[in-house]
């Protein structure tokens, strides 16, 4: 059995969706973010010296620990995905594109989006009242100046890759789709793919996916 320690709205409804797609049998365990800070609970650090999620416990193989999304989704499509319904065979000319397009999730889109969600709280609480002013000037000019040119450039990237296709690594959906989902549903809930009708398209269609649709009954649907 796989345990995933799911934290709210976080990555790890990601996995969900993928064990879903996957047919395997799985067990959410819930963590709620601290309502001030928005971190993860100190209870993660349990399951793994890290504290975060998405993390799993593969029961079926000793009790393995594995964390981190793209090492995740890498051992269960090796443990569960033998016919390769998700992933690219070896020798396929797809596998390059799904390869980038799983590590580009995490290295590239993720930490001007992490960024900016940070930046976007230095003028609430918990930063102290007195600072907040400057927080949010601070905070403004570095989304001005940085965050939002590169999120903006990402986005046009993305748009250009999806042009005359459906989904990121080839033909058919894949691991990667799934990897890439999060960064533009993070996106779509802040009202920020208006000019981006290739993006906006693909997260429809991942709506869409049965499979979605039971990892959002099971794991909650994302608000950031």
């Known amino acids: 059995m796989i345990v995933v320690h799911h934290l709210e709205n976080s990555r790890s409804l990601r996995i969900v969706w993928l064990l879903e797609e996957l ?14 800070t928005m971190l993860a609970p100190a209870a993660l650090k349990q399951v ?7 993390v799993i416990t593969d029961e079926d193989a000793g009790s393995r620990v594995v964390a981190e999304s793209g090492a995740i989704i890498d051992y269960l499509l090796r443990r569960f995905d033998t016919e390769h319904r998700l992933w690219p065979e070896p020798s396929s000319a797809d596998t390059t594109d799904f ?21 976007s709280r230095l ?25 939002g040119p590169e999120i903006l450039r990402l986005m046009d990237f993305w748009e250009h890759s999806l042009e005359g296709r459906e ?14 989902s999060f960064p533009l549903l993070a996106l ?15 997260v429809e269609r991942c709506r869409q996916r049965p499979g979605y649709v039971r990892a959002v009954e099971r794991g909650g649907e994302l608000s950031l």
């Open 23 to 36: 047919g395997v049998d799985y067990e959410i365990r819930q963590y709620a973010r601290d309502p001030k």
């Open 48 to 54: 793994h010296p890290l504290g975060k999620s998405p």
């Open 99 to 119: 390869v980038f397009w799983m590590h580009h999730a995490e290295a590239s889109a993720m930490p001007p989006l992490v960024m900016n969600l940070v930046f």
């Open 123 to 147: 003028g609430k609480p918990p930063v102290p009242a007195l600072m907040r002013p400057l927080g949010r000037l601070f905070a403004e000019g570095v989304r001005k100046q940085y965050l």
């Open 167 to 180: 989904w990121f690594a080839g033909e058919r959906f894949s691991a990667a789709d799934i990897q890439m």
């Open 188 to 202: 779509e809930g802040r009202g920020q793919l208006g000019d981006h009708p290739q993006l906006g398209a693909f």
